[in-house]
């Protein structure tokens, strides 16, 4: 079979696979950026935001540019100059975020867990209780070993502290449970391509009352006293990525008509049902079990078999695409990602394919028992 991206199974951990009503909606004859009907559109995107936060609470501010300028903007604006900062890390992401805050944070602190394990609490409460850390950064679904960190735990220590809690939800919002106002996260960033099913190249960022007045002027591009003052009068600042709002609007109705709950669970099923197959598989996780996130699954490689046994036939035989590893984890893991609107027929064809894989390997020990972990769970 000739790999076709127009019918393939798409299941990499974002850009996700996109509705055709989002598709359409980007097909539209330019429009006006500062006319009537693109502030519409902004209009219509803001009253669905609450639902895509899970909050009314705060101010937003849409960003074009992917989920890393969302990150730059909070960091660029609200690390503290005569504070501390503490960043927890336990991934390619985490790795990231601390690149970016030591470009912009005065004194920063980086506690690390090895890739695949929990972020240190204890040792982030010990931090906290100094007394001088004023901001807290820390991915909340770490995307390249498919963790999820537990941050409503950290939440209660970093307020205690009164510190900002800053938070990199990329691939968590609309994908996993999280609290804005039980955990009092002051920054949350999004991706439009992960859980939310949207193509790549916006960064929705929601900010707590208390970073709002917080803000300092950051870059001049991501300002985002600048982005969340223009999207009150439903604009933006300089010209944004007018077909990407379109397709984030359509993606927001497409979420509103789900509704977030029914996502976050027909998401969480997914994940579970895709852990009990790669168990049924005979392969085995690559994090900590415990904290096996619900939007990505990382696999560690079948014994001997690499990328091009497992990815590049998956690929080639059966039009499946997932995801590789990253950075010190690359070629030992994969990843099927299960957000946005990946649903059980997606899910269904990567078993089934890799059940196929792994048995003309000869490594099967129960042929059909990662199907019908599947099935068994489907709705
Ligand atoms: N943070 C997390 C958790 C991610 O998953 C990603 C992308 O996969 C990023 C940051 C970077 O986002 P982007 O590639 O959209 O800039």
């Not at 991501?222 to 007018?242: F, S």
């Not at 099927?336 to 394919?353: N, Q, S, Y």
Request: proline letters at 6%.
């Amino acid at each position: 079979m000739t790999f076709d991206p127009e019918t393939a199974t798409f299941l990499i951990a974002g850009p996700v696979r996109i509705h055709p009503r989002v598709l359409r909606v980007m097909s539209t004859p330019s429009l006006n950026h500062r006319g009537d009907r693109f502030h519409e559109v902004v209009g219509e995107i803001r009253e669905r935001l609450p639902a895509l936060w899970g909050t009314r609470s705060g101010r937003s501010a849409i960003l074009t540019g992917s989920g890393t300028a969302g990150l730059e903007a909070v960091y660029s604006s609200l690390l503290p100059s005569d504070t501390r900062t503490l960043v927890l890390k336990n991934g390619n992401f985490g790795d990231r975020t601390d690149l970016i805050v030591r470009r912009y944070g005065k004194s920063v602190t980086t506690l690390e867990a090895p890739w695949g394990r929990h972020i240190p609490l204890d040792a982030a409460r010990a931090e906290l209780e100094k007394g001088d850390v004023g901001a807290v950064c820390v991915v909340h679904n770490e995307t390249s070993v498919g963790l999820a960190n537990r941050i409503g735990e950290l939440a209660p220590h970093v307020h205690r502290a009164g510190a900002l809690f800053l938070v990199d939800g990329i691939s968590a919002v609309a994908g996993i449970p999280l609290s804005i106002d039980d955990w009092g996260i002051d920054a949350l960033v999004a991706g439009s391509q992960k859980g939310l099913a949207a193509p790549a190249g916006l960064a929705m960022v929601h900010l707590s009352d208390r970073a709002v007045a917080a803000l300092r002027p950051g870059t001049f591009y991501l300002d985002l006293k600048a982005h969340i003052d223009n999207l009150e009068k439903n604009d933006t600042p300089w010209t944004p990525a007018v077909p990407l709002f379109l397709a984030l609007n359509e993606a927001l109705a497409l979420l509103e008509e789900e509704g977030l709950a029914a996502r976050l669970a027909r998401t969480h099923s997914m994940a579970e049902a895709t852990r009990a197959a790669v168990a049924a598989l005979g392969l085995s996780l690559f994090p900590d079990p415990a904290f096996a996130s619900d939007t990505v699954t990382a696999i560690r490689n079948p014994e001997g078999m690499g990328d091009a046994e497992v990815r590049k036939v998956l690929q080639e035989r059966y039009g499946v695409l997932v995801q590789g590893g990253q950075g010190s984890v690359k070629g030992q893991i994969f990843r099927i990602g299960h957000m946005g609107i990946a649903d059980w027929p997606d899910l269904l064809v990567t078993v089934a394919a890799l059940e196929r894989i792994l048995g003309k390997a000869g490594r099967l020990k129960e042929p059909g028992a990662s199907l019908r972990a599947i099935v068994d769970r489907m709705p």
